[in-house]
């Protein structure tokens, strides 16, 4: 069974950086198209960026271009969120998520706060 964890997630300034992970296990994570998505507060869920099988291939939300890189390590079963120049508005559940074919599994969620 998939299982997604992520960690990283903190309280920083604006303007500031963090790093998110994501560890996988229970399924075959190099055939994975691996993404991360956000919830704030009464609103829903978005997706923020994304990345191939290969990792070759990477999408990003308009929010997020610019900012925010998504990379992954297939030996290491991991895949991260680069985030720089943090706003206020990135305030969120950062959660990892998988999908293979028509199967698909959430992480937990870890929650980013971006405040002075």
């Known amino acids: 069974q998939a299982r997604l964890v992520e960690s990283g997630g903190g309280l920083v300034q604006p303007g500031g950086s963090l790093r998110l992970s994501c560890a996988a296990s229970?399924?075959?994570?190099?055939?994975?198209?691996m993404s991360w998505y956000r919830q704030a507060p009464e609103k829903e869920r978005e997706l923020v960026a994304t990345i191939d099988a290969t990792g070759r291939r990477t999408n990003y939300a308009d929010s997020a271009k610019g900012r925010f890189t998504i990379s992954r390590d297939n030996a290491k079963r991991t895949v991260s969120l680069q985030m720089n120049s943090l706003r206020p508005e990135d305030t969120a559940v950062y959660y990892c998520?998988?999908?293979?074919?028509?199967?698909?599994?959430w992480g937990q969620g870890t929650q980013v706060t971006v405040s002075s």
């Open positions: 229970g399924f075959i994570f190099g055939s994975g198209i």
């Open positions: 998520h998988v999908r293979i074919g028509t199967a698909t599994a």
